[in-house]
């Protein structure tokens, strides 16, 4: 798991193509050799980030099926703003990964329990003068 939070780190910061095996292993505090003990290639590594992800939001998606409501519409609002998330994301805006990933996660969960909280979302991601800041 470590090695899947080192490579989607990188892989945030740098994009596909800029992150390395090196600095990936770097950031573990281990040689690349080491690192292919466990993974192929970069690739692999990438791959193996999704599919943690994939199994996550499915892991969700079956809770959703669980609970009331249309579980179709959730699933497509839930993987829809997943998916966007690289289209507006800024590593160097003034929320985190980590942050928007709460936030993701607690706005879906509050959601589907119908206590959601906007004000704190809008804090975070609105400018000034109250307008939704382009990029987070």
């Known amino acids: 798991m470590d ?14 193509h800029g992150a390395t095996v090196e600095q990936i292993a770097a950031a ?43 579980p179709k519409l959730l699933a497509f609002a839930l993987f829809g703003a997943v998916n966007w998330i690289p289209r507006w994301f800024n590593p160097e805006g003034p929320a985190s990964s980590q ?16 206590t959601v909280e906007v004000r704190s979302l809008k804090s975070q991601v609105s400018s000034p003068d109250g307008s939704l800041k382009s990029e987070v």
């Open 3 to 16: 090695i899947l939070k080192a490579a989607a780190k990188s892989f945030r910061r740098l994009g596909y």
């Open 28 to 70: 573990l505090q281990m040689k690349k050799g080491n690192l292919y003990y466990y993974y192929r290639n970069k690739e692999e590594i990438l791959f193996a980030c999704h599919q943690y992800s994939l199994d996550q939001l499915t892991q969700l998606l079956d809770e959703v099926n669980r609970s009331e409501g249309n």
């Open 99 to 114: 942050q928007i990933a709460d936030l993701f996660a607690d706005f879906f969960i509050r959601g589907l329990t119908g």
